[in-house]
């Protein structure tokens, strides 16, 4: 529900004309996103990190002691792993969202995750 009333709210922001540039850190010079502009700044060091702890790497950690046969090689780790698997990320926990497998992200973090992703990487 948050994810949808945030993108009702982008279209709105969209459809008021309000258009932003800025350099930003992210991987693209063009427009700022306006989910980047709610106020949320969730970094890899403030959120992600703790994020991919959280709900990721009891299977997906490099070392972690049972992947309960999570793929070789995607591990969240470091934020230039984060970084590199984005767009799996986007499309198993935002789009498909059988990523945890057995669920149980919250709505906040999923809302998080979705500006972290657009914004924070
Ligand atoms: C309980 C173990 C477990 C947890 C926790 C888990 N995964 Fe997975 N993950 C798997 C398994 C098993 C696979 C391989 C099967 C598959 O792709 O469905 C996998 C595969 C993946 C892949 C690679 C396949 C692809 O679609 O590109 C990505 C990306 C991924 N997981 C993301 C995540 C993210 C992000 C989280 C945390 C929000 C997460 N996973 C939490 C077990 C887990």
Known sequence: MRIEASISLVVAVLALGVSCTGAGDGDSAAAVDPLCE????PTWQTWGKGFFVTYCNSCHAADSP?????????SFDTYSEAAQWAPRVRARVLESQDMPLGG???DEDLYL?????????
């Open 38 to 41: 709610e106020g949320f700044d």
């Open 66 to 74: 049972n992947r309960f046969g999570a793929t070789e090689g995607v």
């Open 104 to 106: 149980g992200v919250k």
């Open 113 to 121: 995750l979705d500006i972290f992703l657009t914004c924070g990487l």
